[in-house]
């Protein structure tokens, strides 16, 4: 990875972790190079779990509930299915 997608992976972080949603999705469209709404399709397709995972963390601390579950439970498939594609033997 550049540094420059480096910095904007952790910035996208410390503004979900802060609570600024819309920040983030900002910050990572600069990744994604998409400035719509599709840059949440992208990261989807291109099953970025970290930024699902650290948007879920920053949902649950907002109380939204629902959308944060939606979020860990998208990130869960992802892992299966990785470590059935690499017929990993692996425990979560």
């Given at each position: 990875?550049?540094?420059?997608?480096?910095?904007?992976?952790?910035?996208?972080?410390?503004?979900?972790?802060?609570?600024?949603?819309?920040?983030?999705?900002?910050?990572?469209?600069?990744?994604?190079?998409?400035?719509?709404?599709?840059?949440?399709?992208?990261?989807?397709?291109?099953?970025?779990?970290?930024y699902?995972?650290?948007?879920?963390?920053?949902?649950?601390k907002?109380?939204?509930?629902g959308?944060?579950?939606?979020?860990?439970?998208?990130?869960?498939?992802y892992?299966?299915?990785?470590?059935?594609?690499?017929?990993?033997?692996?425990?979560?």
């Amino acid at each position: 990875m550049s540094l420059i997608s480096d910095i904007n992976n952790q910035a996208t972080k410390v503004l979900l972790r802060v609570g600024r949603v819309e920040d983030a999705a900002n910050r990572i469209s600069l990744f994604t190079g998409h400035e719509a709404p599709p840059e949440q399709q992208n990261l989807y397709d291109m099953q970025c779990t970290w930024y699902e995972l650290e948007l879920a963390d920053c949902l649950r601390k907002k109380g939204e509930l629902g959308k944060s579950l939606r979020k860990y439970s998208t990130s869960y498939i992802y892992i299966c299915i990785d470590c059935v594609n690499e017929k990993s033997h692996v425990c979560i």
